[in-house]
């Protein structure tokens, strides 16, 4: 325990704790007392090899406490009575920059490297809170948007339906007119959907009849002159048979421009 | 390469801990391997021209490297928080008693020296807090201190020393030179520690 104590050049104490122990061992008879004396011999050599480390040394002797005692008062230690703060060692209590003047002293000699930190910090904690919530709301916006686009095209393919549907049924008005002022004469397939001043139109005319024979609302059929000719059927008993007849047949149209002129 | 370089290892600097090749190998030089020593050639240029800071190997062996500050010292205050500040000046302090000592001290004694100055390894202190794990973990990972155990203690004792990044930043003379100051005596007077430290670059 008071190793420190014994290794100071500056007294005699290994020597007399040696020689005590020769004094003690004279009268030990039990076993375990030998034993301790043999571990403090274990224990005094260990300390006479540092005893004879510090000789060999060759330190100037350095007064560690005094260097202490000086370290303090330049800390600026208040040395008053002993305080009630039991970190507090004796001899007085330590300003709280105690330790900060001296590190000012001492970083003037290291040759410390400046940490080296970005300024503005970097893009961390905060974002990914708030960032949920964006990506909620975006999620929840994306929803509407997507639910306003479908609706918007329903509308338009509605329209673009209802535009063909009108247009098939206006073309069936005109084909039932005909055929109230000409009853039981179908009109020439051609005549009907040729339009001379356009062949786009002509061929949209026939897209238009291809409904209407899908529907069952016409029908064509080959005259004597084997030329198609179209007529619009009649609501009959038979009606259905007669739809079904007619999806059964397909007819592959082809006319292009060199035709149609 | 070399910019990443440079920000690499002015980053990793900051907990002060040696920055190993093989990381910056790793994560920045990656496939410009070959180049490596060009690149690294020119990023220490970059650092000392831009930074005033030298790249030092302090581990030829694990190759481990640290920064350290290569401007002459400027009179004025180095800028750095309160804590860093104290926990340099205890630092200091251990080195301090360590070179006075011969260099080599057994841990035992630099506790009872802290004790004279009211730093207790086994309770919290007012500034450092657990002082135990500053010394021992933190500035012996920062290769400012180096500790070794003493075969066949029980308990086990270790020895202190200066640790690679202290022989690389503090210089001798300086700390002779402080002990002196505040003893109020002249650096002569430790005679043998003296000549070491004028021996010492």
């Given at each position: 325990e008071n190793r420190e104590a014994m290794l100071s050049s500056k007294n005699n104490r290994l020597t007399e704790a040696l020689e005590e122990a020769n004094t003690l061992f004279d009268g030990v008879c039990r076993a375990r007392e030998a034993a301790l004396d043999a571990q403090f011999l274990v224990i005094a050599s260990s300390i006479g090899k540092e005893k004879a480390n510090e000789l060999r040394s060759?330190?100037?002797?350095?007064d560690s406490a005094a260097f202490a005692e000086d370290l303090l008062t330049f800390m600026g230690i208040n040395r008053m009575e002993e305080t009630?703060?039991?970190?507090?060692?004796?001899?007085g209590f330590l300003p709280r920059d105690a330790w900060k003047k001296v590190g000012e002293e001492a970083l003037k000699y290291i040759k410390r490297a400046p940490t080296f930190h970005y300024m503005l910090g970097s893009f961390k904690s905060e974002p990914p809170v708030p960032k949920q919530r964006i990506e909620r709301q975006k999620k929840a916006n994306r929803g509407k948007a997507e639910r306003a686009m479908p609706a918007q095209l329903k509308k338009m393919e509605e329209s673009y339906q209802e535009a063909t549907e009108k247009e098939v049924e206006r073309v069936l008005g005109i084909l039932q007119t005909h055929f109230e002022n000409d009853p039981n004469t179908p009109i020439s397939f051609f005549d009907f959907v040729i339009d001379p001043n356009s062949f786009a139109r002509t061929v949209e005319n026939m897209f238009h009849v291809s409904f209407l024979i899908r529907d069952g609302l016409a029908r064509i059929k080959l005259d004597e002159d084997e030329l198609p000719v179209i007529e619009p059927t009649k609501p009959s008993a038979g009606g259905e048979e007669e739809i079904r007849t007619g999806a059964r047949n397909q007819v592959i149209i082809k006319l292009d421009q060199q035709e149609w002129k | 390469q070399v910019s990443e370089v440079v920000q690499f290892l002015l980053v990793k600097d900051q907990k002060k801990i040696p920055i190993k090749r093989a990381d910056l190998l790793k994560n920045v030089i990656r496939e410009y391997r070959d180049a490596y020593s060009e690149i690294i050639k020119r990023a220490s240029r970059t650092l000392q021209e831009v930074f005033g800071l030298k790249l030092v190997e302090?581990?030829?062996?694990?190759h481990t490297f640290i920064l350290v500050n290569n401007l002459p010292h400027v009179e004025g205050k180095y800028l750095c928080g309160d804590k860093e500040k104290e926990k340099m000046g205890l630092l200091y302090t251990i080195l301090s008693f360590i070179f006075m000592k011969g260099n080599s001290v057994k841990d035992i004694a630099v506790w009872e020296f802290l004790q004279m100055l009211h730093v207790y390894p086994g309770k919290q202190h007012s500034?450092?807090?657990?002082v135990r794990k500053l010394v021992t973990e933190e500035l012996v990972r920062q290769k400012y201190l180096e500790i070794t155990p003493i075969p066949v203690t029980d308990p086990p004792q270790f020895t202190f020393q200066w640790g690679p990044r202290a022989e690389k930043e503090i210089s001798k003379k300086d700390v002779l030179n402080f002990v002196a100051k505040v003893q109020g005596k002249d650096p002569t007077f430790w005679a043998s520690q003296y000549s070491e430290a004028q021996a010492t670059p």
């Open positions: 060759e330190m100037s002797a350095f009630d703060d039991s970190e507090d060692g004796p001899g | 302090i581990d030829s062996k694990r500034v450092f807090g657990d």
